[in-house]
């Protein structure tokens, strides 16, 4: 058979453009370009700058004189002139007119630096390109008909006596307990399979950015002893318009070749774009081929929970029903979060670590930043702070990442940060002048990626329920409150210890941590079992009566006839619960009680950072919770 040679057309084409190009430089852009470079003056001008001293080096030529200004700046030239005494002017100026300004270099040297050593590179990168062509279009390694344009680009992770194990993964208990066993089934199927039992083969890990997606689905691999297969959407760049469906293609070509194995696709929202075509083409495939081999899983991972529940889990397309197993991922509570940090070496007080809770939150990847060789001041300076501080330019990262039009859900979570109570729809849409779908969509996306949460409040002048929106994500509430009054000043946070602006914020900010603990807190109550409702209670101030407002952000509504009332303080010692502070507590129940018409007992529930200083008020709250109870309850 006759082998076919490839056309040496395009490769000819390739270097006629680059020779017309070197010599468009050479001949005319270059000269064109020095020549701009020198200012061409008249021989007065160089004579008062030489009277004036300001000349530095000098050049006589056959036709010209080519000099420069005393700090060689600027290149002049001017015609010359018979002028006998040029000589000593030019040494009592101090110029240096010996030298030559423009050096001509050897015709050879110019040619081989300027025409034969580019030519000799752009060939050497012509014939790498059209081999690489060649090879594509030919059907060898990587070739367009298996995928060569389209290789799927994932990284392989073989399997490791030294890889990634569950231990190594903080907190997340749950999620760990239901991956066991994909990981059992993995190291013994036929144990499954005797008993007709099945394991789910579509995966799919939901969560904000930073709470160890990635890192738990390595570590399933890890205990498995498996192939891992990696491809990250932020990887994932399209070159060719309809390439998605070959990356998919080869992506479980290798996988084939390497069960029984796991395929992880990361941050899959990243692939979703008309041109790629990857979340339909993972569908099909899934469906004809990936999902009937037995030795292959694949788990799916996404930051933005909107678009995986959209796309994936409410989907009627090519993955509908397909997602088998349904993970979702949260932040640490103050329980991991302690555990977290002991396990890197800190050696902080619970009172600092709730502290940088209030700050960062319980994310993974922010508490990954802080160093145990600092103290939490110091820690915050430099990640917030400092030149270059890192926590300074995820606040815009984390929302491009999480939605593909940042600005509106940036607009609503700034306008939340500066409502302490949290707002409602309607004001919302008031304030930003935005309303219908639009508003629902983003205020939705935002509660599914755990930055704000929709409450509900009983209040005197409504008839029904009203629902508030408030922001929950600790990390942005930190920075929009305190990043830009920290601007100049790299200590910011370490100059304004112990001030009022300060010491108000985290009484604040340690409602939020209560209201993001209010399981651990039913569990503290013992009344976990229970089925309860959990809301707010605000009264208006009533100008008639000239009645101030009031308002109790934990109501915990239970099935069992009662009600806890939450009063959340905030203190570095013991809380003294003082005479007046005792009667404000009563006076707020007894009007809960007669706006609401409540017929449940109420019971007054005290949550603080430390014990209550004793007195006889103190013997009078009902129940009460320190920050050790949330810091031991999981």
């Given at each position: 058979?006759?082998?076919?040679?490839?056309?040496?057309?395009?490769?000819?084409?390739?270097?006629?453009?680059v020779?017309?190009?070197?010599?468009?430089?050479?001949?005319?852009?270059?000269?064109?370009m020095?020549?701009?470079?020198?200012?061409e003056?008249?021989?007065?001008?160089?004579m008062?700058m030489?009277?004036?001293?300001?000349?530095?080096?000098v050049?006589?030529?056959?036709?010209?004189?080519?000099?420069?200004?005393?700090?060689?700046?600027?290149?002049?030239?001017?015609?010359?002139?018979?002028?006998?005494?040029?000589?000593q002017?030019?040494?009592?100026?101090?110029?240096?007119?010996?030298?030559e300004i423009?050096?001509?270099?050897?015709?050879?040297?110019?040619f081989?630096?300027?025409?034969?050593l580019?030519?000799?590179?752009?060939?050497?990168?012509?014939?790498?390109?059209?081999?690489?062509?060649?090879?594509?279009?030919?059907?060898?390694?990587?070739?367009?008909?298996?995928?060569?344009?389209?290789?799927?680009?994932?990284?392989?992770?073989?399997?490791?006596?030294?890889?990634?194990?569950?231990?190594?993964?903080?907190?997340?208990d749950?999620?760990?307990?239901n991956?066991?066993?994909i990981?059992?089934?993995?190291?013994?199927?036929?144990?499954?399979?005797?008993?007709?039992?099945?394991?789910?083969?579509?995966?799919l890990?939901?969560?904000?950015?930073?709470?160890g997606?990635?890192?738990?689905?390595?570590a399933?691999?890890?205990?498995?002893?498996?192939?891992?297969?990696?491809?990250?959407?932020?990887?994932?760049?399209e070159m060719?318009?309809?390439?998605?469906?070959?990356?998919?293609?080869?992506?479980?070509?290798?996988?084939?070749?390497?069960?029984?194995?796991?395929?992880?696709?990361?941050?899959?929202?990243?692939?979703?774009?008309?041109?790629?075509?990857?979340?339909?083409?993972?569908?099909?495939?899934?469906?004809?081929?990936a999902?009937?081999?037995d030795?292959?899983?694949?788990?799916?991972?996404?930051?933005?929970?909107?678009?995986?529940?959209?796309?994936?889990?409410?989907?009627?397309?090519?993955?509908?029903?397909?997602?088998?197993?349904?993970?979702?991922?949260?932040?640490?509570?103050?329980?991991?979060?302690?555990?977290?940090?002991?396990?890197?070496?800190f050696?902080?007080?619970?009172?600092?670590?709730?502290?940088a809770?209030?700050?960062?939150?319980?994310?993974?990847?922010?508490?990954?930043?802080?160093s145990?060789?600092e103290?939490?001041?110091?820690n915050?300076?430099?990640l917030?702070?400092?030149?270059?501080?890192?926590?300074?330019?995820?606040?815009?990262?984390?929302?491009?990442?999480?939605?593909?039009?940042?600005?509106?859900?940036?607009?609503?979570?700034?306008?939340?940060?500066?409502?302490?109570?949290?707002?409602?729809?309607?004001?919302?849409s008031?304030?930003?002048?935005?309303?219908?779908k639009a508003?629902?969509?983003?205020l939705?996306?935002?509660?599914?990626?755990?930055?704000?949460?929709?409450?509900?409040?009983?209040?005197?002048?409504?008839?029904?329920?009203?629902?508030?929106?408030?922001?929950?994500?600790?990390?942005?509430?930190?920075?929009?409150?305190?990043?830009?009054?920290?601007?100049?000043?790299?200590?910011?946070?370490?100059?304004?210890?112990?001030?009022?602006?300060?010491?108000?914020?985290y009484?604040?900010?340690?409602?939020?941590?209560?209201?993001?603990?209010?399981?651990?807190?039913?569990?503290?109550?013992?009344?976990?079992r229970?089925?309860?409702?959990?809301?707010?209670?605000?009264?208006?101030?009533?100008?008639?009566s000239?009645?101030?407002?009031?308002q109790?952000?934990?109501?915990?509504d239970?099935?069992?006839?009662?009600?806890?009332?939450?009063?959340?303080?905030?203190?570095k010692?013991?809380?003294?619960?003082?005479?007046?502070?005792?009667?404000?507590?009563?006076?707020?129940?007894?009007?809960?009680?007669?706006?609401?018409?409540?017929?449940?007992?109420?019971?007054?529930?005290?949550?603080?950072?430390?014990?209550?200083?004793?007195?006889?008020?103190?013997?009078?709250?009902?129940?009460?919770?320190?920050?050790?109870?949330?810091?031991?309850?999981?």
């Amino acid at each position: 058979m006759k082998e076919v040679k490839p056309s040496k057309k395009p490769l000819a084409i390739y270097y006629a453009i680059v020779l017309a190009v070197l010599l468009l430089l050479n001949l005319v852009l270059v000269p064109w370009m020095s020549e701009r470079q020198v200012e061409e003056v008249d021989y007065g001008t160089f004579m008062t700058m030489t009277e004036e001293k300001n000349i530095g080096r000098v050049d006589i030529e056959s036709n010209q004189i080519i000099f420069t200004d005393k700090e060689e700046k600027q290149v002049y030239k001017t015609g010359l002139m018979n002028d006998p005494e040029l000589t000593q002017r030019l040494y009592d100026a101090g110029a240096q007119f010996s030298s030559e300004i423009v050096e001509q270099g050897s015709p050879m040297l110019n040619f081989l630096i300027w025409f034969l050593l580019p030519i000799l590179l752009f060939s050497f990168i012509g014939n790498q390109m059209n081999k690489k062509l060649m090879e594509k279009a030919g059907g060898g390694p990587g070739s367009m008909m298996f995928g060569g344009v389209g290789k799927s680009n994932a990284k392989v992770y073989v399997q490791s006596t030294h890889g990634i194990r569950f231990a190594d993964v903080a907190g997340e208990d749950e999620a760990k307990e239901n991956l066991q066993e994909i990981v059992d089934y993995l190291h013994d199927p036929g144990k499954y399979e005797s008993i007709g039992a099945s394991m789910p083969k579509g995966i799919l890990l939901v969560g904000p950015p930073g709470t160890g997606k990635t890192m738990l689905a390595k570590a399933v691999a890890g205990e498995s002893n498996v192939p891992f297969f990696s491809i990250s959407g932020s990887e994932f760049v399209e070159m060719f318009v309809g390439m998605g469906a070959s990356k998919v293609r080869d992506l479980f070509k290798q996988a084939k070749e390497k069960a029984p194995c796991i395929v992880f696709i990361d941050e899959i929202s990243c692939f979703d774009s008309q041109r790629s075509g990857f979340v339909r083409a993972l569908g099909f495939f899934w469906n004809s081929w990936a999902s009937l081999q037995d030795n292959l899983k694949l788990i799916i991972c996404g930051s933005v929970t909107s678009w995986m529940i959209t796309n994936i889990i409410d989907s009627k397309g090519g993955l509908h029903n397909r997602v088998t197993h349904e993970i979702a991922l949260h932040q640490f509570t103050l329980h991991e979060t302690e555990l977290y940090l002991l396990n890197r070496g800190f050696n902080w007080s619970r009172l600092t670590i709730l502290q940088a809770y209030m700050c960062l939150g319980g994310v993974p990847y922010y508490l990954s930043l802080l160093s145990a060789s600092e103290s939490l001041a110091e820690n915050l300076d430099r990640l917030f702070f400092d030149r270059d501080a890192e926590l300074q330019k995820e606040y815009s990262r984390l929302y491009k990442t999480l939605f593909k039009s940042p600005e509106p859900y940036m607009k609503i979570v700034k306008l939340l940060a500066e409502s302490k109570q949290g707002l409602t729809r309607q004001e919302i849409s008031t304030k930003l002048k935005i309303s219908g779908k639009a508003l629902t969509d983003q205020l939705g996306n935002l509660q599914s990626c755990d930055i704000i949460r929709l409450y509900y409040v009983k209040e005197s002048k409504i008839k029904k329920n009203g629902g508030i929106y408030q922001l929950m994500d600790f990390y942005s509430h930190f920075y929009l409150k305190f990043a830009f009054l920290g601007l100049g000043d790299a200590q910011y946070w370490s100059h304004h210890l112990n001030t009022p602006a300060i010491n108000n914020w985290y009484g604040m900010s340690f409602e939020r941590v209560c209201l993001a603990h209010v399981n651990q807190i039913k569990i503290i109550l013992r009344f976990d079992r229970i089925s309860t409702q959990f809301y707010s209670w605000r009264s208006k101030t009533d100008v008639a009566s000239h009645e101030r407002g009031a308002q109790i952000d934990i109501i915990i509504d239970r099935a069992d006839d009662m009600i806890n009332v939450c009063e959340v303080k905030y203190s570095k010692s013991q809380y003294e619960l003082t005479k007046s502070e005792f009667d404000k507590l009563q006076n707020r129940i007894n009007r809960f009680r007669g706006e609401t018409k409540t017929k449940k007992g109420v019971i007054l529930t005290m949550i603080t950072t430390e014990d209550l200083l004793p007195n006889k008020y103190a013997n009078d709250i009902d129940s009460q919770i320190t920050l050790n109870d949330l810091f031991d309850t999981k």
